[in-house]
């Protein structure tokens, strides 16, 4: 239920399988499915969002699939049937949950359909308004209503002719807006994946509540909120305190700036940030003169943990205040442009790694950000040098900040030394896809031809492991603040312990796509024992592998869960296993993947069941249908062999052998050749003659 964007292969025989097991779960069930809106929305879910997760629908997603992604992507040419997509993807939601693939961190199947009534008015508008449209999309309409057959190309080529030498009619203004979205990237045309993040663990908020109220930044916050008050306190023409109240403030709150030879507030830098981050804090603002603090405001300084996470959201405005240049004599850094981007990228970077982060590599690492921002060509190398150490001493600035506040934690130490890489061995693959920058950072042999650059490289290696160096980690507090973003940004942000009420299914399907083995044991622990009885806990698990429809996915929860028990108990489950009618056939193919069951140590029956198992799980991974097909042709007299082997079995998955039976007759028996070719003749899913 997730894949990776250059996974395009398996998302396409993933994608078809679902959609034809879908199709045919709504005929049964007398539901609405149109085959290709279908295809489009997993194609959305898939390509549009930074998360990717198939089976995880909020109402963002709704919304973004049925009022952008439709309407730009589908295009319905005049005289075609309309697609019901509403009605569509209310099958597919209720598909996914009935076939045990939603993701259980998502809302409720009551909600998601809710989610889908609330815009279905809104789709019919949105599919015929031009400005939605891509640009595709676009001409293919704009030639179809001016009488062009577009799925005739030679036609729709000189169409596409008379329309660059401007001798046909079309609407102006709708372009111009296609045009705009595109340019300034509000198209949805595929948004980079977000690199996948580890699960975490977090102390209850009661816990993170205590940690905050130690914080000395939230007591200069809360203090300067309270010291504003509601009756305000006057700043000057520009905004600043004046030095009397600034003196004052700076021994109430204990910011422990130097007041000598002090003639403005403006020099009082840690007063100055305070009052600044305040502000964006929405804490306290600037009206007519006078410095007041916000009424709104009361209940988040009353909450320490709210008062902190507000303040941690203000450090992505401070950029002026913390780094800008102070007079007209200086001038910003690298970091100053791109500071929300690499604050946001260091943060992301820390979040969820198991060992703290080696200060060199942190560095070198926003050094390849800069390179990718900004044209270094011009300048020599002691300017360049020069322009790095500027960004760097604001780079300190930015984590001083995050210190301060409680975000990060910084020690010294040696690093781990899973931070130094060493890809001297690389295949000559790898080394041609890698940026030169990136090649010289990492010291990969023979990809810096240049000695000084080799050099260079050598230097940071020797940084990096000679002795001990400065090691940056989120905090807890940090960590909370991090996720909680990671999730309003639509990214995965997996939490130990979130899922103890979940249903066995979706538990053992994320812990599959989603846990390392650590926290995947952590979780089922946690999970058992909000169950209260071990045995019972294990015997859900168990029908929940029992009841998966599909093959492989029940092979990845058995072994998900074989792997997430305590040492032995794992084994002893799948010895019982191997006779449970059902779960024979996936409990011995793990007994034989680990090596704890031999080819020579089955039964005849039991080698069957294996055979018959492969072949089913052969069967989905190559998506079903043709490319089932393309796979046992491939094979020729071995896979006819197997087959008929295999329909012998008493494998229980009764339905799985009679499509394993049909795909073989159409692609091993004597007129298959002529079969495939009626069947792709004929009409496919519904909805397939639309176009993107």
Known sequence: MRFEPEAEEEFEAAGGLLVDRLVRWAGEQGLPVDGFIAETALDYRHLATADGRL???ESRHVEELLLSWLPQQVTELPGEERADAPGTLRTLLRYLHAAQLADPRGPSLQDSLAAVDRVTEQHLAAMTDRTRWGLAKFWAMTAAEQGVDVQDGAAFQRFADRAQRGEIAYDEQALAAIMERRLTGRALSGVARAEPQLPVMLAPDDELRRRAEASTTVAQLRGLTEWAGQGGRPVTATGRLRMAEARELV?????GDRMEGVRSSADLP???LLVEWAKKARLVRVVKGRLYA????????ADPLQLWLRAFDACFELRQALIGARSGWHVESMLFDVYEHILDDVLNTLYSLPYPM???RLRDTVHLA??????????????HRMWFEHADRDLRAMLDLLDDLGAIERDRGMADPVFDIDLSDAGPELLADMPPELAELLGVAGAATDPAARERADARREELTAGPVELIRLTELGTRAVRQRLLAAGRDAPLVGELAQAPAAGLLGVLAEDYDPDAARTELAGWITARGEREGALRQLTDAVRTMTFRTRAQAMLDVLLAALPDGEGERLLRTLRRDTQLAPLALNALAHRELLSPADMTDAESLLVLAESLLQLVELAGGGDGAEETLRAQGSQARDAVAAALDSAHPDRAGLDELRQLSARALGAHGARARKARRSSSGKSGRKRRR
Do not use: H, M
């Open 251 to 255: 021994d109430v709150l204990g910011t």
């Open 370 to 383: 800069y390179r990718s921002s900004f044209q270094l060509d011009a300048g020599s190398d002691l300017q």
């Open 55 to 57: 089976g995880l629908w």
């Open 270 to 272: 840690r007063l100055g």
């Open 358 to 360: 080696p200060w060199p």
């Open 294 to 301: 916000v009424a709104k405001a009361r209940p988040v300084l």
